[in-house]
């Protein structure tokens, strides 16, 4: 498979980009790889990089994101975080990848079994990670108020409810990315990794 390049990238619309990353994970799902040689891809790269996506996921390390779409090197920004949370940071890399880089899509990707997500379910407090967790709040306080007391799979129904909140504030709080969006320029969706069968769910 080719490696990314100025012109393949410019001739990719958004919804070729969301295709791209369905057929990848269904090529893991099946356990067959697209044929790449990585190490030309480190020279080709070497002069730039063009990728197409640029994916927010978990730090977890079962989901690492250019395996679950079967994915060489320059094809995604990969942008990792504890919850898949957002905040300024992470919006001016998002942006960068737009804007500047040429990305077509912006996928949020969430995952069961999430550990973050979990902790801030438990309300776990302990140094710099209270204030992360804080962030998953709002889902938290969404998924109660549609199911009332807590039901066995709320942390994974809070999971999804923090990739949509995640979204949300991408729009809002990012001028550049709610325009291209607007303008057909990226698309910006949220999906959920499964960490028993390896599939991916886009929401």
Known sequence: M??????????????DAHRILVDGNKRFQLNLKAQRNLKE???????????????????????????VFDQGIGDIFSIRIAGNIINEDILGSMEYACKV?????????????????????????????????????????????????????????VAVQNVLNSIERVRKESQILREMEQNGE?????????????????L
Request: a negative charge; one cysteine or more.
């Open 186 to 202: 990226i698309e910006i969706v949220g999906a959920q990794y499964c960490v028993h069968t390896g599939e991916v769910k886009f």
């Open 41 to 67: 891809q480190v020279l080709e790269t070497s002069k730039g990089q063009f990728p197409f996506a640029a994916i927010l996921s978990c730090i977890d390390s079962r989901v690492p994101t250019e395996l």
């Open 101 to 157: 880089a040429g990305s077509k899509i912006i996928l949020v990707l969430g995952h069961t079994n999430c550990g973050a997500v979990t902790s801030a379910c438990n309300h776990v407090e302990l140094g710099n990670i209270t204030s992360l967790l804080h962030k998953i709040k709002p889902a938290i306080d969404t998924v109660l108020k549609v199911d009332g007391d807590r039901e066995t799979d709320i942390i994974e129904k």
């Open 2 to 15: 080719r490696t990314q390049t100025k012109e393949t990238q410019e001739h990719l619309t958004p919804q």
